[in-house]
């Protein structure tokens, strides 16, 4: 090769090296450029934008469990649910054995009847108790007439023995005519003085037939037979047993899933204590546990979207925020946190936040209590005063 022809080369490849190094800055450039241009869009995006939400995926659904336990103590005849299965409101779930009840029954029903019959007896009793009190009255005013005589006979044989006293000093009265006289007022004396016992005998036995009679009044004043306390007291230990007979069948309190159940056949059940539980899918909510650091923009009533595990990203649930705790989790721990040592290190807390999901999306597609759920909340709304939930006005700016 000659020396020209080197030359050539060489000037051909000093050429391609310039073209080159031409070429990779201006990609260097373009590549500069985009990156800056793709970090000012997320940097928008994120700022007016992204940083809107907040999300977390400490979230787990939950419901209001109902927990069923008998109302009165017994032996359980039957049990005709299972776990997992689906009830409705009102359906049979346990039957005590009623044999007691129906005792008990039966027997209230008589002590109601035996009420009745006193109480009936005391109202005819005041009547009889009346015609006593007349009859009484009739006798003192017997006893205050034999009195009345007995003073009339009293004094007309004083006055008598007087007379023959008088004339007994001339003689003219015999001894015996005196005697006679002084016998006939000692007899006039003794009758007043039965007299006076029949009569305070008389007026005491009266005073006992009108507290007799007030007594039995007390008994029916201001009631009637129905109305009577000793009536309306049998009444209500007989509807007491009435309603203990009808509790020996418990029923759904709300429709949903059985859960723990522990009751079985033959079991000696005591008042209050737990036999199963049901587990309303139709009002499962979400319990979102949020950093502290997030909360700022949190308010009730700013929409939520989620996703479950049970059913993969694509599916989303719409809720509601409708509360926030009022402490964070550790604070309700069974043993809180004690930060007094001197090796404490600060941990960011999490509140749980109450969001409440759409229904008809929850029909279409139940949850079960305890999933996990990832939750993200629009913090772009806020509650007014009249309750309508608005723009931030912040957020309107930034847009406009």
Request: hydrophobic share 40%; glycine share 6%.
């Amino acid at each position: 090769m000659t020396k020209l022809e080197t030359e050539v080369l060489d000037q051909a490849d000093a050429a391609l090296d310039l073209e080159k190094k031409q070429r990779r800055k201006k990609l260097m450039i373009v590549f500069a450029a985009t990156a800056a241009s793709c970090g000012t869009a997320y940097g928008i995006y994120s700022y007016s934008y992204a940083s809107k939400f907040i999300s977390t995926d400490n979230a787990y659904t939950a419901a209001e469990t109902a927990q069923v336990t008998p109302a009165i103590a017994g032996i359980v005849r039957e049990v005709r649910v299972t776990d997992t299965q689906f009830i409705k409101k009102g359906e049979v779930l346990i039957v005590l054995d009623d044999v007691d009840a129906h005792l008990a029954l039966s027997q209230s029903e008589a002590e109601l009847g035996r009420a009745q019959r006193r109480v009936r007896g005391y109202i005819e009793n005041d009547k009889s108790l009346l015609a006593k009190v007349e009859a009484r009255r009739s006798e003192v005013d017997r006893a205050e007439a034999q009195l009345v005589a007995a003073n009339a006979d009293i004094a007309r044989a004083r006055i008598d023995f007087e007379r023959r006293e008088a004339l007994a000093a001339s003689g003219s009265v015999s001894g015996d005519e005196r005697t006679r006289a002084k016998n006939a007022l000692e007899s006039a004396e003794a009758n007043v003085a039965a007299a006076k016992a029949s009569a305070a005998e008389a007026h005491a036995n009266y005073l006992a037939a009108i507290g007799a009679r007030e007594e039995n009044r007390t008994l029916i004043a201001d009631a009637t037979e129905e109305t009577n306390p000793e009536v309306t007291l049998a009444r209500a230990r007989r509807d007491q047993a009435l309603v203990n007979l009808r509790r020996t069948v418990i029923y759904a309190p709300v429709d949903g899933v059985i859960a723990k159940r522990t009751v079985q056949t033959g079991q000696q059940v005591q008042a209050g204590a737990p036999l199963l539980s049901i587990v309303p899918l139709h009002e499962v909510h979400v319990d979102a546990n949020f950093k502290e650091v997030q909360l700022e923009r949190v308010q009730i009533g700013q929409a939520v979207e989620l996703t479950s595990d049970l059913y993969g990203s694509k599916i989303k649930y719409h809720g509601t925020v409708v509360g926030l705790s009022g402490g964070t989790g550790s604070t309700f721990a069974a043993i809180p946190a004690q930060n007094a040592t001197g090796n404490w290190i600060k941990v960011v807390q999490r509140l749980p936040v109450r969001i409440q999901l759409d229904r008809q999306e929850l029909a279409a597609r139940p949850l079960q209590v305890g999933l996990s759920m990832i939750a993200t909340i629009d913090t772009r709304e806020v509650q007014t005063n009249s309750g309508r939930v608005a723009k931030r006005s912040d957020d309107i700016t930034e847009r406009g």
